[in-house]
């Protein structure tokens, strides 16, 4: 790890008199986090019982020249901690440098962009964690508040099922259309050639004015082709779909959020329904949105507060889970977050969540700091 950390303070030494020059800029984050779990035997990964600690810092470097073209590079270097004193987190590896994305993109007339590399591929709809990096061509078009995508993706990523032979062997294509802030369609196309496997998703998403303030969101998705192709289970004869319907607005002081959502035969709703420094997940997860299984429904309510006590951000959630599986197994959910700006750029963040019911007892809390720079 020395040697790593070596090679990246030399590559900063080197790059850093290059932002006094136009088209070059750096900048970076870091964290520092740990929490604990408590959760049952029938967790599905009771692994994950105990507490861990891991950090991470973050550089990014932008550059262009100024009329066309542009490049960006993340990297990352990560020290994972290990869960109830096994074996370390973060696949395994308890210290790793990641290129999180490295591509250029540039400007080629008519209002068109293409961009190629390891990319974010955050495309709208909140069903799926989109924003994992793969490596991808995208030729964008944008029509004042209208934009065209058409996307090319290869290899093993969100959204794309992993292939056990070659990771090559899964390629996606997507069509996306936004309309400004209203809302936008997405349309994706696996294929697993090895397999001789394909599946489809269509996602909508939008939102529009209520009255007072309030407002609207929705996301709706269909997934069908063959499972091995397909990231959310259908077996090719049913349609997995998911739904997320949420109202949004202000009551005093407090911002609110209250919202229904669904996921049948197969699909995995969004994992922000509530976020936690708890379950090992990149970002922090406490319930990893709804997963149904092929032929069964799932269904929740849920509310998020938020408000601010002195120099305190907190949010609160609560949430009721239901399944139509046998026995109509049901759960609910609390959660706690407070955060404490500590300056502009540097906050610290305490968490806490409950997990209970039918299906599963769990409980998570942690700490962490981050800073941006």
């Known amino acids: 790890m020395k040697k790593k950390l070596i090679a990246i303070a030399i590559a900063a030494a080197v790059a850093a008199p290059l932002t006094a020059q136009a088209g070059i800029d750096m900048s970076g984050d870091a964290r520092v986090r740990y929490y604990t779990n408590d959760i049952d035997a029938n967790a599905p990964n ?3 019982k105990g507490a861990q600690t891991d950090s991470r810092v973050s550089l990014n470097i932008t550059g262009t020249d100024g009329k066309v073209a542009m490049a960006k590079v993340r990297l990352e270097i990560v020290n994972g901690g290990a869960v109830g004193g096994g074996a370390p987190a973060h696949g395994g590896n308890a210290e790793t440098i990641n290129v999180d994305h ?3 993109s540039a400007n ?8 190629g590399g390891k990319t974010i591929a955050n495309w709208g709809h909140k069903f799926v964690l989109w924003d994992s990096p793969g490596d991808r061509v995208s030729i964008t078009k944008k029509m004042g508040d209208m934009a065209f995508g058409l996307h090319f993706s290869k290899g093993t990523e969100a959204g794309l099922a992993a292939s056990t032979n070659d990771k090559l062997d899964v390629g996606g294509t997507h069509l996306t259309f936004t309309m400004g802030k209203m809302g936008g369609i997405r349309h994706d196309i696996v294929k697993n050639d090895a397999a001789g496997t394909e599946g489809k998703r269509t996602a909508l998403y939008g939102g529009a004015p209520l009255v007072d303030g309030w407002g609207l969101g929705f996301s709706y998705a269909t997934v069908s082709g063959d499972a091995q192709a397909s990231l959310n289970g259908s077996d090719g004869g049913d349609n997995a779909t998911g739904l997320m319907l949420a109202a949004m607005g202000k009551v005093a002081d407090t911002d609110l959020t209250v919202g229904y959502s669904s996921a049948a035969d197969g699909f995995n709703t969004d994992n ?3 976020t936690f420094a708890g379950t090992g997940a990149q970002a922090g997860s406490m319930l990893p949105g709804l997963q149904s299984s092929d032929g069964n429904k799932m269904t929740g ?7 601010k006590v002195n ?3 907190l949010e609160l959630g609560a949430a009721s889970i239901k399944s139509d599986m046998a026995g109509d197994p049901s759960n609910t959910l609390m959660s706690i977050r407070a955060t ?5 750029s540097s906050k610290v963040v305490a968490e806490y969540g409950t997990f209970s019911g039918d299906m599963l007892d769990a409980s998570t809390m942690g700490a962490r700091i981050e800073t941006k720079f």
């Open 311 to 313: 120099v305190v951000d």
């Open 301 to 307: 309510l849920f509310v998020i507060a938020k408000m």
């Open 108 to 115: 080629v007339g008519a209002g068109v962009r293409v961009t």
């Open 340 to 344: 404490h700006a500590l300056s502009k």
């Open 272 to 274: 922000d329904f509530f």
């Open 46 to 48: 009771p692994a994950m």
């Open 102 to 104: 490295a591509y250029i």
